[in-house]
């Protein structure tokens, strides 16, 4: 099994509507989770970060977290355009003597105007 | 401060040349990361240091890959002997890492240093 999983994509959706992207996560002692977009040919920027169970909202971006399923999701509402971009989850690994942060392999997002 | 800065932004090297790729983290930042990236994956952790000590390398990458941190300031990535398979996206990151251990810290990526070996 892999660390981190996420579905590749790509994922279509239509302009305004709400995108949901998901990650699942092997180790059970992770504790802090992360969203980052990537644009094509460019490097990771953070979204979002979100450690205790539940959602955490930032503007049109909420991050949920579900540590008993090891899940962790990001929803976009109101999805535009310029939101057309690699999303990538990254969890902390807590199976090293230091922690260190496991990316997942992304999920494509494609809004369609 | 301007973020993580990566040096060169674009390298174009013969099959069998040594290349290194330098990384200036924010400067406040106690860990650094180097990570690859190719297309369609997601990045893949390399190495990282805190403060000048490297405390992990992965398991994946062979004798030819070497990094150092030598003031615990900027980092080096040195390729040995390229091969057309080393042709990725190198991707460098810091993080401050609070003493009370390592489970808030965020990542900060710089642009990336885009190597093709010919």
């Known amino acids: 099994q892999k660390e981190v999983e996420q579905n590749s994509g790509p994922l279509s959706v239509p302009e305004g509507a709400i995108a949901s992207l998901n990650c699942t996560y092997s180790?059970?002692?992770?504790?802090?989770f992360f969203w980052y977009r990537q644009y094509s040919g460019k490097s990771p920027e953070l979204i979002m970060s979100i450690y205790s169970n539940g959602d955490k909202e930032d503007g049109r971006f909420t991050a949920q977290l579900n540590k008993a399923s090891q899940y962790v999701s990001l929803l976009i509402r109101d999805s535009q355009p310029s939101d057309s971009a690699t999303y990538l989850c990254a969890v902390n690994s807590s199976k090293t003597s230091y922690d260190k942060v496991i990316f997942g392999p992304g999920t494509s997002l494609s809004v369609i105007p | 401060d301007t973020g993580v800065s990566q040096n060169p932004r674009h390298k174009i090297t013969k099959r069998g040349q040594n290349v290194t790729f330098r990384c200036d983290p924010i400067s406040e930042h106690n860990r650094l990361y180097w990570y690859r990236q190719t297309l369609g994956q997601g990045p893949e952790f390399l190495t990282y240091?805190?403060?000048?000590?490297?405390?992990?390398k992965s398991r994946l990458l062979s004798d030819r890959f070497s990094a150092e941190r030598p003031k615990g300031s900027f980092s080096t990535l040195e390729i040995q002997r390229t091969e057309q398979g080393d042709s990725a996206m190198y991707l460098c990151?810091?993080?401050?890492?609070?003493?009370?251990?390592?489970?808030?810290?965020?990542?900060?990526f710089g642009p990336g240093t885009r190597l093709l070996v010919l």
């Open positions: 240091f805190q403060n000048e000590a490297q405390l992990e």
């Open positions: 180790d059970r002692g992770s504790q802090s």
């Open positions: 990151a810091s993080s401050f890492n609070h003493p009370s251990g390592g489970a808030y810290e965020t990542q900060y």
